[in-house]
């Protein structure tokens, strides 16, 4: 059973919404074929790949814009759990 408090469980799932929103405007963008669910395999890693990239970023933004997250990894955690996951776009600005 995997941990639901372990940094491994909490990168593969904070930014899950994020993910989806991300993977299907790449989605729409591209010319997929489907040949014998090698699409659906691919899809699943990618959609891993990214969730946890996101995750990493946003890990490395709040160690370089936080002294104390810097010093202490609980407080890091913390700040980490309180961002919530972007499960739609923001209102692009027009110009």
Do not use: C
Request: proline share 5%; aromatic share 10%; hydrophobic share 40%.
């Amino acid at each position: 059973m995997t941990d639901p408090y372990s940094r491994d469980f909490i990168r593969d799932t904070h930014f899950l919404g994020f993910t989806e929103l991300l993977f299907d405007e790449l989605v729409d963008g591209a010319n997929l074929v489907q040949v014998h669910g090698w699409t659906l395999e691919i899809t699943g890693k990618m959609k891993e790949i990214i969730t946890r990239r996101a995750y990493d970023l946003v890990e490395h933004a709040v160690e370089h814009l936080s002294l104390d997250a810097q010093e202490s990894p609980a407080y890091k955690q913390e700040l980490l759990q309180e961002i919530p996951d972007l499960t739609e776009w923001p209102p692009t600005t027009v110009e």
